[in-house]
Every structure is written in structure tokens, then in C-alpha cells.
């Protein structure tokens, strides 16, 4: 008796089967990869910075107005300067709001342009009451001096502070909020506020435009850190820094939320920023509602072009989708940027600014 063996069927898969198994495997594959990729913010955070990034794709522009200022000589010019950058734009509502003005006030040495002016700090508290505001107040906390009273004195912003009958808050002192970080980037869950802060109906950033030997450049949103108090984050607030620098700057623009950003770019600093750099002569005020776009305006006045290598937190907002950072899509008002682009020497390196102290 003889044993036949029959051929062995190949068995192949269906259509049907087949898309199946690639849609399963793509699935799987997509789960595994936005898994990996959202660990540093987390699943929702993640897919949420990816439809703000998407939604910015779809043609979204920002409006940032370069005025020309040529110098500080004059509050009233410069007030008229700064009232048509203002009244080109698409800006905020000021009528009966409580307005906080945060200028960028951390140290005085003679003869460094470290602080934003008192004239442009003047010509703003005079423009809000133009507009209409119920409250203006000029508030900041320094991170080198624990005692903001004489900085005050020296840089002539006390004297704009009683003239105008506006009260100026320190808020390193201030009373604080804890308020939820709604980034996250930097790992911390909560943010201590001002209570000043906390309570605007307006807040508005005030820098000078300077360079910065850790940020590349001190600008809009890198002016936030004065907010966070001294009290709670140490000085030079070291708690922030240490935990990355353009993450925190980041997450308080995110938490925070300013509305507006006036940048004094009548006089600037270049180089060794934001202490020990050289005037520079710039003659513009910036002004706009979306600081990632401000911001990016500002770096390329100065000649730099913001990227992952050079001033990274201009460049993590717009990852972000917080603001808008392509040139193509800011709309400038007032003069062209081209006109007053000037060619600001870099900070020095980090290893240069260690071996320096």
C-alpha cells in the first residue's frame, strides 16, 4: 500500500485581509510613534500643539508696526510715534481695563543702555489714559537688585512714576497666586503669580531691544521673567533658568498670556547683552499683539534670524503655535524692516560668558 501525498496548498491572503493588516500595522506603528514623540509634554499636549501648529499652517498672519523714533528728547514725539504704531494695528480693547506695564528695570551702570527708557515708559502711561484706561499700573521685578527703590531713582523712571501719579509695584514683594502651567514644558505643574499680574485686564511687555548671552536676545517674551517673584524663584530667579531656558520662557508667555508688546528700540545693546553690551543706535519702537511675531521682527531688525541654533525660544513659540515666526506671514505696518535692519554683534558664547566671571 502505497501513501500519496497531496501538494501543499499556498494559502494567500484576501484584499479584504490584506488592507486589514496594513491598516492595523499603520495604526499600531502611528500609536507607537506619537507615544515616543509626546513624552516630553504628554499624549493631549502633544496631538494640542499639533493642531495649533496645523491651524497656523492654514494661512494665519500677525500685524507688528516699526515706527521710527530718532531719539528720547522729546516725550511728545515719541508718544505720537508710539499712538500710530498703536492705531495700525488690530489691538486690544482699553477702555475701562486695568492696564500693567512691564518694563524690562534690572540694574544701572552709567553709561549702558540697560533698562527701558523713562521716555517710553512716560509716552505709554500716556497713551493708556488716551485710550481710556481705569488703572495704569508700571510694575517689575528685578532679578540682580533685591531693592528696586534706588534703580528706580537712577534711571530717572521714578520721577516719570510721580509726575504721572502712577504706582509702581515691585513684584519680587508682591503678593503671589498660584496659578496652573498651561505648557508644562519645563516639568512644573504650577506657576507662582503676582497678584498684579494676576488682576490685569492688560498686561504689556515693554523690553529693551538688547542681546542676551544665554537667550540669544532679551526681548518680548524673555521680558516675562521679571514677573515671576524673586521671593518664591531665588535671584537671578535660578530656579527657572536651571530648568531650561527657552521651555520657561515658553510657558509663561503661554500661562501669562500678554496681550501687547512695545519694544524701545530708539537705543539698543548689542554684543555682551543684557549688562555689559555697547549702544547701539536703532531709532525704531516695535509694537504688536503677537510677541512670537514682535520677537521675530526684533531679531531680524538686529540682523539675526531666528532658528533652533540662534535665539531658540523665538523659534519654540512658533513650534509651539504660539505666534507666528515666518517673515512671509507678518504683515509690517509703518515702515519696511528692511529699512532700519541693522547688523547687531552677537553675544558671546556661554563658554566665553563662564570664562569672563
Not at 37 to 52: D, E, H, I
Not at 207 to 226: D, E, F, Q, V
Request: proline share 5%; aromatic share 8%; glycine share 8%.
Amino acid at each position: 500500500m502505497s501513501i500519496q501525498f497531496q501538494p501543499h496548498k499556498r494559502r494567500f491572503l484576501s484584499r479584504r485581509q490584506f488592507t486589514r493588516l496594513m491598516l492595523t500595522g499603520a495604526i499600531g506603528g502611528s500609536v507607537a510613534i506619537a507615544e515616543l514623540a509626546s513624552r516630553p509634554l504628554g499624549l493631549v499636549k502633544w496631538f494640542s500643539v499639533n493642531f495649533r501648529r496645523i491651524s497656523l499652517g492654514f494661512g494665519q498672519s500677525s500685524e507688528v508696526a516699526i515706527i521710527t523714533a530718532p531719539s528720547y528728547d522729546s516725550v511728545g514725539e515719541v508718544l505720537n510715534q508710539l499712538r500710530t504704531a498703536w492705531d495700525s494695528l488690530s489691538m486690544p480693547e482699553v477702555l475701562g481695563k486695568r492696564v500693567v506695564l512691564k518694563p524690562n528695570i534690572i540694574y544701572n551702570i552709567p553709561g549702558r543702555v540697560i533698562n527701558t527708557h523713562p521716555v517710553v515708559i512716560d509716552a505709554a502711561i500716556q497713551l493708556m489714559r488716551e485710550k481710556g484706561a481705569k488703572e495704569i499700573v508700571v510694575a517689575e521685578g528685578t532679578a540682580y537688585q533685591r531693592d528696586i527703590t534706588d534703580l528706580l531713582y537712577q534711571s530717572g523712571i521714578q520721577e516719570v512714576l510721580e509726575r504721572n501719579a502712577v504706582p509702581f509695584v515691585d513684584l519680587n514683594h508682591d503678593d503671589i497666586k498660584k496659578v496652573r502651567n498651561k505648557g508644562g514644558y519645563s516639568g512644573r505643574e504650577d506657576l507662582w503669580v503676582p497678584m498684579t499680574v494676576a488682576n490685569a485686564d492688560l498686561l504689556i511687555s515693554m523690553p529693551k531691544l538688547k542681546t542676551h548671552h544665554w537667550a540669544g536676545a532679551t526681548l518680548s517674551m524673555k521680558n516675562l521673567y521679571g514677573i515671576v517673584p524673586g521671593l518664591k524663584y531665588g535671584w537671578p530667579k535660578n530656579a527657572l533658568h536651571v530648568t531650561g531656558i527657552e521651555a520657561n520662557i515658553v510657558e509663561l508667555y503661554e500661562t501669562l498670556a500678554p496681550q501687547v508688546a512695545i519694544v524701545d528700540g530708539i537705543i539698543g545693546m548689542e554684543e555682551d547683552g543684557p549688562l555689559f553690551g555697547r549702544s547701539k543706535s536703532t531709532q525704531v519702537l516695535v509694537v504688536g499683539r503677537d510677541l512670537v511675531a514682535v520677537d521675530a521682527t526684533c531679531a531680524r531688525i538686529m540682523g539675526f534670524e531666528p532658528s533652533s541654533e540662534v535665539i531658540k525660544h523665538i523659534w519654540y513659540a512658533d513650534w509651539l503655535g504660539q505666534g507666528v515666526l515666518n517673515q512671509s506671514k507678518i504683515i509690517i505696518k509703518g515702515v519696511p524692516l528692511e529699512s532700519v535692519r541693522q547688523n547687531y554683534l552677537p553675544p558671546p558664547s556661554l563658554d566665553d560668558t563662564i570664562k569672563r566671571y
